[in-house]
């Protein structure tokens, strides 16, 4: 163009705006890379624009003040858009490890969800064993296996519990469920006791009274003093130690003073059981003093017949040498 002479202002201005023009495209793709947080692409944009911007001709368009002023505020933007990049990249890194530890939070809440489900339904299973088992203890006719039943039952509910004692420290309710079966356990042991000391009086000291009728027929029948004493004192005897046990155990259950003892046949009170073992015990003690008294005299006469027969021997053994002498005088 210096070849050709001076430019005329005319060709300047034209020659700036298709400079801005250019421009103007490169500013707008870089101001897109920068919404979109993109530094590293707008960058090389901004740079080219600044040099298109910074010839002289450019200064004729109309244009060029709006142009530098993009091109200041875009190229402003750049660090802020990477610092903005490396914000979201680190809150997007956050975000995924929040993610990831929710995960896994509720994968392990769900997973101690189903272990205390679990568990509760052994508990729970175990308990109601428990309490059938009890009930059993209180019905007629209780005996030795309803006991070790009810034992088993509440050894295995004990079992269940001390094995959900790590699942207590995770979860509150399941924790206070447990603490619930404890006391309920300690109901039911309270039972048991009172139930064991029932059983062991019904097939004690009761039961041996029950067999009275049969002894006393026996009795009836003995020919024999002593054996028949010996009888009617061991039927005495029973009857007491039956009105002494029933009466010890009322003194250490009160409660049973309510409620019928669980018997076979007719439903029997403790206070009842306690006046009618008393009363028959007072009853066979009459028969053994008459039987007593019957042997004394029995013995005093065995005693007399047996001092009689004494004499008697005595008197023939004393006749016996009276002849045997008397005999050895007339041989001399």
């Known amino acids: 163009m210096s070849a050709c002479g001076p430019r005329t202002k005319q060709q300047r201005q ?26 590293d692409r707008a960058e090389p944009l901004l740079a080219k624009a600044a040099e298109l911007l910074s010839h002289p001709d450019v200064e004729l368009s109309p244009e060029a003040e709006m142009l530098h002023s993009q091109l200041a505020d875009l190229q402003a933007r750049v660090p802020r858009a990477r610092e903005e990049r490396v914000k979201q990249q680190k809150d997007a890194v956050t975000d995924r490890e929040r993610k990831e530890r929710e995960a896994i939070a509720d994968r392990d809440r769900k997973q101690l969800e189903a272990a205390v489900e679990k568990q509760r339904d052994a508990v729970v299973q175990a308990m109601f064993e428990v309490s059938e088992a009890v ?12 006991l070790e039943a009810a034992r088993a039952a509440l050894k295995r509910t004990r079992g269940h519990l001390t094995t959900g004692k790590e699942l207590e ?18 109901q039911a042991e309270a039972r048991l006791q009172r139930a064991q000391r029932v059983i062991e009086f019904i097939s004690g000291p ?7 009728p049969a002894l006393e027929k026996k009795a009836r029948k003995e020919k024999d003093l002593e054996a028949r004493l010996s009888l009617y004192a061991d039927m005495r005897d029973r ?26 046949g007719r439903p029997m009170a403790l206070k009842a059981v306690i006046t009618s073992c008393k009363k028959k015990a007072g009853l066979l003690q009459r028969s053994v003093v008459k ?26 053994a004393a006749k016996q040498a009276a002849r045997e002498k008397a005999l050895a005088r007339k041989r001399r």
């Open 135 to 146: 009930d059993a203890l209180e019905g007629k006719g209780a005996g030795t296996e309803q």
């Open 206 to 212: 009761l039961g041996d009274s029950q067999e009275v």
């Open 169 to 186: 420290a995770k979860s509150a309710d399941y924790a206070a469920s447990a603490r619930s079966t404890e006391r309920r356990l300690e």
């Open 14 to 39: 034209d020659y700036g705006e298709r400079r801005t023009d250019e421009a103007t495209l490169l500013l707008n793709e870089a101001e897109q890379y920068l919404r979109a947080l993109d530094a």
């Open 239 to 264: 009857y007491r130690r039956c009105g002494d046990e029933a009466q010890k155990l009322l003194a250490e259950r009160p409660e049973l003073a309510k409620s019928p003892l669980p018997v076979k």
């Open 291 to 316: 039987l007593e008294k019957a042997k004394v005299k029995q013995e005093k006469l065995q005693a007399k017949k047996e001092l009689a027969r004494a004499k008697l021997e005595k008197l023939k």
